[in-house]
């Protein structure tokens, strides 16, 4: 996933003409099974030698939201489970309102890159 | 400022791109898409996922033998490396494809959307995938299919569900293999069944053992074959 984030920000600067890449804003879901850690290490390893050597990775965590399709709540996955799983994050399991089953992530599922910031020679077709 | 000067930016100067592009949901979205097209040839899909050595291969090995005089069967096999299981499925009767991912941990939408492109799907009427042995990161990549699938066996010990409980929330079959070796095992198979329905009280799970044939009927019923 890394190497897949890393290509995608190379292309963009790419076909915008850049010399280099500053910055680069990232989000990810905190359902999926990537670590702030662990990426921001991998994508300074893997960005070596390339035009975002130099990039300052701003990686945020974006929070669980469900939507409950039986009684229409929408917010926060709120886990009443065991303490281990609420240590870092929970799988959400029910509806915090109705305890009903039916729940569908609506948030906290995405790698996002947000927005970069390049040092150009000139901007780009 | 004329427009020239508007699109022309001096060497060194910062320019700030906003891109808002999810890469998880473009994989979703191709998902979606082999979806459409197994939809299309009304080709029946499951993704089977589990470690290694749980049973995979086995339990779909079973099933074609089981199933092929009724379905025409194709199976994509996702694997590190080596096409052993690809020769496998295709000993016991099926038409196969082997994706070896190299240092991939699981397979993603678009390995299944070039996959399938080499398939005759007209000419298929079930089409088993078998992911990467790994019960964590084929959770975040949906393939597309119809059924999700997870193996588990009794010789990975009593805690394999309750420790994954992100891939059993997507399964819709959870099937706990080696049943034969519980009692040297020491693990309940009750007690396994209770994880998977408490994470995922939506889930069908079903008890086998291959090497003793065990459980084979109630795994068709839930796969609804």
């Known amino acids: 996933?890394?190497?897949?984030?890393?290509?995608?920000?190379?292309?963009?600067?790419?076909?915008?003409?850049?010399?280099?890449?500053?910055?680069?804003?990232?989000?990810?879901?905190?359902?999926?099974?990537?670590?702030?850690?662990?990426?921001?290490?991998?994508?300074?390893v893997l960005s070596k030698e390339t035009m975002a050597e130099k990039c300052k990775f701003k990686i945020s965590v974006?929070?669980?939201?469900?939507?409950?399709?039986?009684?229409?709540?929408r917010g926060k996955a709120?886990?009443?489970?065991?303490?281990?799983?609420?240590?870092?994050?929970?799988?959400?399991?029910?509806?915090?309102?109705?305890?009903?089953?039916?729940?569908?992530?609506?948030?906290?599922k995405e790698v996002l890159i947000r927005k970069i910031r390049l040092k150009v020679n000139s901007i780009g077709k | 400022m004329s427009n020239k000067e508007i699109l022309s930016v001096s060497e060194g100067e910062i320019l700030d791109i906003e891109i808002e592009e999810d890469l998880l949901k473009a994989n979703r979205e191709l998902a979606s898409a082999n979806r459409k097209i197994l939809d299309s040839c009304n080709v029946k899909s499951i993704n089977v996922m589990g470690s290694i050595g749980s049973g995979k291969t086995s339990i779909i090995q079973w099933l074609i033998k089981e199933l092929k005089n009724k379905y025409r069967i194709a199976v994509i096999a996702g694997d590190v490396t080596t096409d052993i299981d690809a020769e496998r499925v295709r000993e016991a009767?099926?038409?196969?494809?082997?994706?070896?991912?190299?240092?991939?941990?699981?397979?993603?939408?678009?390995?299944?959307?070039?996959a399938v492109k080499k398939l005759d799907l007209k000419q298929i009427d079930l089409l088993f995938i078998e992911n990467v042995g790994?019960?964590?990161?084929?959770?975040?990549f949906p393939l597309g299919t119809h059924?999700?699938?997870?193996?588990?066996?009794?010789?990975?010990?009593?805690?394999?569900?309750?420790?994954?409980?992100?891939?059993?929330?997507?399964?819709?079959?959870?099937?706990?293999?080696k049943i034969d070796l519980a009692d040297q095992m020491e693990v309940e198979i009750d007690k396994l069944v209770d994880d998977a329905k408490k994470i995922n009280p939506l889930t069908k799970t079903v008890a086998t053992s291959v090497k003793e044939n065990m459980g084979l009927k109630s795994l068709i019923n839930a796969l609804e074959l």
Do not use: W
Request: proline residues 4%.
């Open chain 2, 134 to 140: 790994n019960l964590i990161c084929p959770a975040d």
């Open chain 2, 93 to 114: 009767g099926a038409k196969s494809i082997q994706i070896n991912t190299g240092r991939g941990c699981h397979l993603d939408a678009l390995m299944i959307r070039k």
């Open chain 1, 1 to 44: 996933m890394a190497s897949a984030i890393l290509q995608r920000i190379l292309d963009i600067a790419e076909e915008k003409g850049a010399i280099s890449i500053k910055e680069a804003n990232i989000l990810i879901g905190e359902l999926t099974f990537l670590d702030r850690e662990q990426l921001a290490f991998a994508l300074r």
């Open chain 2, 147 to 177: 059924i999700n699938m997870v193996v588990v066996s009794v010789t990975e010990g009593p805690y394999m569900i309750i420790k994954h409980p992100f891939i059993v929330k997507e399964a819709n079959v959870v099937v706990i293999n």
């Open chain 1, 78 to 108: 709120i886990y009443d489970g065991p303490e281990y799983h609420t240590l870092n994050f929970a799988v959400p399991l029910n509806c915090p309102n109705c305890k009903g089953v039916k729940i569908k992530v609506t948030e906290g």
């Open chain 1, 62 to 73: 974006v929070k669980a939201k469900i939507k409950c399709s039986e009684c229409g709540y």
